[in-house]
C-alpha cells in the first residue's frame, strides 16, 4: 500500500524540504539557550571556544549537543553532500516512513546505480547496542555466545558513528570519494557559518576534524527525541493501560508471546532503561526470499555460520515501513506472517533462498497458526506505530515527540557507546576502529 503512494511521497518531501530549507535560520525555532551558539556568537561562548581549541574534542555538555544536533539536522537534509549534488540522507530516509525507504533499493546519487539492501528506519537506532559477541544463558541454564548488536542489516558498522560516515562514501548513495571531498562540501554549505561558528576556525580548517565534527552531529541528530518518543499504544497497553489495544490486539499479543514465539527475538519486555525495543538485535537466517546475488550478511565478517544471517530490526512503526526484511522481499506484513507460519510448508510460494544451510528451521516456519492468528498478528503490528510518526502535522517535515519525552543529555546513559568515544583518528587515541572500512564501497554495482 505504502509502494502506491511512492511517488506522492517523494514530491511531498521535497517541497517541505524547500520550503523548510529556506526558512531554516528563523529564531524561533532554537531554544533560547542555544541562540547565541547557532545565530549570535556571544562573548561567553567565543572564549570557551577559544579554550576549547587546545584539545581534540568539543567539551560534551547540554549546550554544544543541541547545536551538534541542530547541524545533524541540516546536514541531513543537505542534497549538496553527494556527488553528483541532489542527494542526502533524507532521500532514502523518508520521514513519513518512519524514515525508511518504501522502495526496496534506494537509486543512489549516480544514476542507474543502486544497492542491495533495504534502507531501515532510522527511529530508534542510536538505541542500537554496539556490535558484540555475547555471552548468554539459554533456558536450560547451559551458556552460550551470540552476536548482537552493530547497525547496518549486517552488524558491518560497530556503533552509530562508525555508521553515519559511510553514506557519503558508498558507491552506491552519496559516493564522494574522500574525506576532503566532503569538507569541501560542508565549507560551502548554508549552514557554514553556524557550523564554524560551533567548531573554531582550527578546526573548519582541517579535513579530519572538520568531517569529525559532522558525523558527530549526525550522531547527536539520530539521538533526538523525535527518534524516540515511545508513544505507541503498545507502550500505554505495557504501562498498564488496559483499552489501549482492540480485542483482535490482545488475542494478537498472546500469540506474540506464546504461539508466535515472536518475543523470543522481538523482545517485549523494557529493558532497565527503556520501553520495549521490540527487538534482542541478535542475529539469525530466516531464509527470506532470494532477489539475485547471493548476500552473506553476517557471514561476511564471522564466516560460514554467519552465512545468510542479518540482524533482527525493531518492529516499532513497523506498519509504516513495507517492504520488508533485509532485502525488502516481502511486501506487506500479511505476507510476512504468512511466510513466518508456512515457509517450510509452502517452499515453492517463496522460491530458493541464498544460504539454506543456516535457515533457522526451529522456532519459524511451520507455526501452525490460524488465518485468524495471523490476521491478529498483523492487528498487533498495527499498535507499534508511534503516535507522533503518524500525526505529524503535515507541514512540518519531522515529527515532533511528545512533551515530557527526555532530552538527549538527561538520558545520556541511554547512549554509552557514542558518549566515551574518542576521534579515532587522532594520534595518542588507541581505537580498534578499522579506518579502512569507511571509505570501502561494500555492495557491487
Ligand atoms: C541511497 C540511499 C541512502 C542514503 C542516501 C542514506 N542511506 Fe542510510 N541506509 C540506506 C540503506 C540501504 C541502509 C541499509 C544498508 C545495509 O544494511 O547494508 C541504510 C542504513 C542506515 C542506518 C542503519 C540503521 C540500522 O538499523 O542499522 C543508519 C543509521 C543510516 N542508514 C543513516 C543514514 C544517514 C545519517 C545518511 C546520510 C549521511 C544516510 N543514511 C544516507 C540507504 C541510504
Ligand atoms: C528467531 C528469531 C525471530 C523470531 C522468533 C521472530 N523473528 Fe521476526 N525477524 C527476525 C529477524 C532476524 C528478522 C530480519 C530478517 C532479515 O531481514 O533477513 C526479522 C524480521 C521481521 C519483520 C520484518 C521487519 C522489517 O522491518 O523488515 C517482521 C514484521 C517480523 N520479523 C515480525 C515477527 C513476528 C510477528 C514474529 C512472530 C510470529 C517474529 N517476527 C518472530 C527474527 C525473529
Known amino acids: 500500500m505504502i509502494n502506491s503512494h511512492w511517488v506522492h511521497h517523494a514530491g511531498l518531501s521535497i517541497a517541505v524540504l524547500v520550503v523548510w530549507l529556506s526558512s531554516r535560520s528563523s529564531a524561533a525555532e532554537y531554544p533560547a539557550a542555544m541562540q547565541c551558539v547557532v545565530g549570535g556568537g556571544q562573548e561567553s561562548d567565543s572564549v570557551e571556544h577559544r579554550k576549547d581549541e587546545q584539545s581534540d574534542q568539543l567539551p560534551v555538555g547540554n549546550r554544544h549537543e543541541r547545536t551538534a544536533a541542530q547541524i545533524g539536522r541540516e546536514i541531513f537534509l543537505d542534497t549538496g553532500l553527494s556527488r553528483p549534488a541532489g542527494q542526502a540522507c533524507v532521500s532514502c530516509h523518508i520521514p513519513s516512513a518512519a524514515f525508511a525507504d518504501p522502495r526496496s533499493f534506494s537509486p543512489g546519487a549516480v544514476k542507474g546505480r543502486k544497492g542491495v539492501r533495504n534502507a531501515p528506519s532510522l527511529m530508534y537506532a542510536a538505541l542500537i547496542p554496539g556490535f558484540a559477541y555475547e555471552d548468554l544463558f539459554t533456558d536450560e541454564g547451559t551458556e552460550i555466545y551470540a ?29 564522494l570519494p574522500d574525506t576532503s571531498a566532503l569538507a569541501d562540501r560542508l565549507r560551502r554549505s548554508e549552514y557554514a557559518v553556524e557550523f564554524k561558528q560551533w567548531i573554531g576556525s582550527e578546526r573548519w580548517k582541517d579535513d579530519s576534524q572538520l568531517t569529525y565534527h559532522a558525523y558527530r ?18 507502550d500505554d497497553f505495557l504501562a498498564g493501560d488496559t483499552d489501549a489495544l482492540t480485542k483482535a490486539e490482545r488475542r494478537g499479543l498472546e ?33 527470506v526470499p532470494s532477489r539475485g546475488e547471493k548476500d552473506a550478511g553476517l557471514g561476511a565478517r564471522i564466516g560460514a555460520e ?3 544471517q542479518f540482524r533482527a ?3 516499532r512503526n513497523v506498519a509504516l515501513t513495507a517492504p520488508y526484511m533485509h532485502n525488502g522481499s516481502i511486501a506487506s506484513l500479511q505476507e510476512v506472517m504468512e511466510f513466518y507460519n508456512k515457509r517450510d510448508l509452502e517452499p515453492q510460494r517463496w522460491g530458493p533462498t541464498d544460504y539454506p544451510e543456516t535457515v533457522n528451521r526451529e522456532d519459524i516456519g511451520k507455526l501452525n497458526l490460524t488465518d485468524q492468528q495471523i490476521k491478529d498478528l498483523v492487528a498487533l503490528m498495527s499498535a507499534f506505530t508511534d503516535r507522533s510518526v503518524v500525526e505529524r502535522n503535515p507541514a512540518q517535515l519531522f515529527p515532533e515527540a511528545p512533551k515530557g519525552t527526555p532530552s538527549t543529555t538527561s538520558k545520556r546513559l541511554y547512549f554509552p557507546d557514542w558518549t566515551h568515544r574518542l576521534h579515532p583518528a587522532f594520534p595518542g587515541v588507541v581505537d580498534s576502529f578499522p579506518a579502512s572500512r569507511v571509505h570501502s564501497n561494500q555492495q557491487a554495482e
Open 147 to 175: 552476536y548482537e548488536g552493530g547497525l547496518f542489516h549486517d552488524g558491518r558498522a560497530r556503533d552509530l558513528f562508525d555508521q553515519v560516515q559511510q553514506p557519503f562514501f558508498d558507491r552506491n548513495e552519496m559516493n
Open 217 to 234: 552531529a549526525l550522531v547527536e541528530f539520530l539521538k533526538e527525541p523525535m527518534f524516540r518518543p515511545f508513544d505507541a499504544r503498545i
Open 255 to 287: 500469540i506474540f508471546r506464546g504461539a508466535g514465539k515472536c518475543a523470543d527475538c522481538h523482545f517485549l519486555e523494557p529493558t532497565s532503561w527503556t520501553p520495549a525495543l521490540l527487538s534482542d538485535y541478535g542475529y539469525d537466517n530466516l531464509g
Open 306 to 308: 554467519g552465512l545468510g
Open 313 to 315: 530490526p525493531s518492529l
